[in-house]
């Protein structure tokens, strides 16, 4: 839609030193990584520098140290395993210290073929605070950025919207690449009709989701606890389901600008209730008005069928936020029977959220969608309809 950015393809890494901003933020118990995908991810933008003749300074930040160094978020363990997927051929080695100007004399020392990894991003105070020395620290090191670090675009730190502006050329690296055409599959000059499916727990989450998909998609499914606050706000009885009185306005004024445009939206029609929110609470279907002292935690099976044909004649589809409380077994028949409808089906499918994924997982339909947005807050901001500025300070 809005954002052809360069990538790998348009530099030459030969001889080069290329920085570049990795999700390297790994689940980290006592020094053990617990799932390395992560890592594993970054390794094709990694290969593809090296193959090409450069030489590569990975970055990234590893929990939360805010600001501090924090003995068991040092990255040696990311190096080690870094080390053991790209295998012996490649040398990587670990920066000799948190301090910016001493690394970056490693990184000049840097030869061709070798990877450098950063200590993490986080225990620099300037790292969140965009501080512009050490933004012009990191880019001192390097001859090229590469940005590959979606989940992370969404913030303004120094590593991701400071070195892109003094580091040129800055690129998309693969990961990122692939997000970015994701969304102009969906958004772009999609294949029609584009059905968004949104859900999860609450519309205040959602807003400036909803509205703004108004504006580019045919047809919108809401589920999960959001749809409560619509059906409240239409006057329709919803027992003692999720309920935000404050947003009747705003919901409202979503199904009108709806109807303004053309675009169509639908609520669910029968919901699974149940008289606590709880995995063994007692449950029933009902349609229409929910009765007192009940709650919809999942929506029923008529509003599955409803959604899943609407899914099977759209050719491009983008889902966010689940149609139920799909952590407890007995409320996730509805989200899983989305996933599997998505899974069959020949349209483009995108999908993203923390919780979406997650249930994406849970059914083990990954490899049938057509991408699965690594970035929980970016994905949601690229639905806004945001600029991420670890993106717009890439080169177009
Ligand atoms: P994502 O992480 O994919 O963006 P959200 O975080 O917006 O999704 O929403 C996920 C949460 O919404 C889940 O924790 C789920 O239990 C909750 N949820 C879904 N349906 C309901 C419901 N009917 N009532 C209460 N919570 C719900
Ligand atoms: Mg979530």
């Avoid at 935000?244 to 639908?266: C, M, N, P, Q, Y």
Wanted: hydrophobic letters at 45%; aromatic letters at 4%; proline letters at 5%.
């Amino acid at each position: 839609m809005r954002m052809a950015k360069k990538t790998l393809k348009d530099v030459d890494f030969a001889g080069k030193r290329a920085f570049v901003r990795v999700d390297f933020n790994v689940p980290l118990q006592d020094g053990v990584i617990g799932d390395d995908t992560r890592i594993r991810a970054a390794l094709p933008t990694i290969q593809a520098i090296l193959a090409a003749g450069g030489s590569v300074i990975c970055a990234s930040h590893l929990g939360r140290p805010k600001g501090q160094i924090v003995e068991s978020l040092r990255m040696g363990p990311v190096a080690r395993r870094l080390q053991d997927l790209l295998g012996p051929a490649v040398k990587v080695l670990a920066a000799p210290s948190v301090d910016c100007e001493l690394s970056k004399g490693a990184a000049k020392g840097l030869q061709a073929g070798h990877v450098l990894l950063l200590e993490n991003l986080r225990f620099h105070p300037g790292e969140t605070a965009n501080e512009p020395a050490l933004a012009q620290c990191f880019a001192d090191m390097a001859d090229v950025f590469v940005q590959d670090a979606f989940g992370t675009c969404h913030r303004a730190h120094a590593s991701t919207a400071g070195t892109p502006a003094l580091l040129k050329p800055a690129v998309a690296g693969l990961l990122l690449e692939k997000e970015i055409a994701a969304f102009d599959m969906a958004f772009g000059s999609p294949k029609r009709p584009v059905v968004a499916v949104v859900g999860g727990a609450k519309v205040s989450d959602k807003i400036v989701v909803l509205e703004s998909l108004l504006d580019k998609v045919d047809t919108v499914l809401i589920g999960g606890g959001m749809a409560y606050t619509f059906l409240a706000a239409a006057g329709e009885a919803i027992g003692s389901s999720l309920c935000e009185e404050d947003r009747f306005a705003v919901a409202r004024s979503i199904v009108d600008k709806a109807k303004t445009k053309g675009v169509k939206l639908l609520l669910p029609v029968d919901h699974l209730v149940a008289d606590a929110f709880a995995p063994d609470a007692k449950t029933q279907i009902v349609e229409g008005a929910l009765p007192e002292g009940w709650m919809g935690l999942d929506i029923g099976p008529k509003t599955t069928e409803i959604y899943a044909n609407e899914l099977r004649q759209a050719a491009t589809v983008v889902w966010n936020g689940p149609m139920g409380v799909f952590e407890m077994e007995a409320f996730s028949h509805g989200t899983s029977a989305i996933a599997k409808v998505l899974a069959d089906s020949d349209c483009i499918s995108v999908v993203g959220g923390g919780d979406s994924v997650a249930a994406i997982k849970k059914n083990q339909v990954e490899d049938q969608i057509t991408h699965i947005s690594t970035g929980g807050g970016a994905f949601l901001e690229m639905l806004e309809g945001k600029e991420l500025p670890g993106i717009s300070a890439l080169d177009s």
